[in-house]
């Protein structure tokens, strides 16, 4: 897709509308800034962006001092209240670097904003990192990619991965437990996800035991950064903006791409994350509150039956398939 300054374009005519939700407050997207030179980038690198005025320099900063590959970036500024479309917009001139700007007037969150950028992309990989995780790895971009390309994996994550056990909730897992874990296993290494997890991506801390440069193979993993192709996303579609309020869009593409016999991957990035600037703390308001409410509403009336489908299946090959995070 062309694009120029002052365009203005609708979700649905960019990403097709079986992976959004209904949304009756969305307005025409509008495109900023845009540098794009005659080059195909290497990677597209897809940045959703709300009210980071205070990182957001910093975070840019370290994402591109770290890539070594031709990139562009894709930044959608999602309906910020604070300043961080202008300094964006005043940083990327200062840059002058590869990139599209678009910004919202309504928001469509992460996930919409991922699927926005997925479409947009010219890379041949497209890269999604939040606007709160600080990368300071130069050279991620190559692992990441290798990772991709030399193991069948549907996508690869620079913070966790984990098995499909982990998603199940607290019951089915005391249920199941030792149908997977000998006491001893259980003992020496728990269930959990590998990676930044919890608290240790506040504290840029690893799960002890994994190394700089590992690469690992598991059920699903979670983003940030987060990596597929073109390819990959063309083969099992994008995020589907449904499972956004679940917290489970990243797990659903995962989930998908293992029907196609891929499975996810993971190779730690280093990074951190400010909890004090972190999305996951952040309190919605005003026009933010009143889309998040309308679609959460929505999500139970009109797509329950998919969700619903989506966590029995999980539910059933948790039980039945589920394999602990083993590095390659």
Known sequence: MKLKVGDEFSYNHIVPAIYSLPHPFLEPFKVISINRNNTKPKISAIVPVFNKEKIITIMLDKLIGSLTFDYELIIIDDASTDNSKEIINNYLKYKNVNHVFIST?????ETGCDNLGFF?????YLLEVQSDIIINDKGFDKRMISALDNNKFCSVSGRSCHSWFDLLDRNKKITNI?????PLSLILFGTGAVGYVGKKLYDGELTKGIMHGDVYHADTNCRGPWLTSK??????GPFNTNNFFLGFDDHDFNLRGSKLGYRAGFTPVL???????????????GINQKVYDYLAENKQIHSFKKIFGSNEFINKIAIEKATRPKKI
């Not at 990074?271 to 308001?285: A, L, V």
């Open 120 to 124: 947009l992309a010219a890379g041949s």
């Open 231 to 236: 390819s990959l996303l063309n083969e099992i």
């Open 178 to 182: 030792l149908k997977f874990y000998s």
């Open 105 to 109: 007037t309504v928001p469509i969150f």
């Open 271 to 285: 990074q951190t994350c400010d909890k004090n600037n972190s999305s996951s703390f952040k309190k919605k308001e």
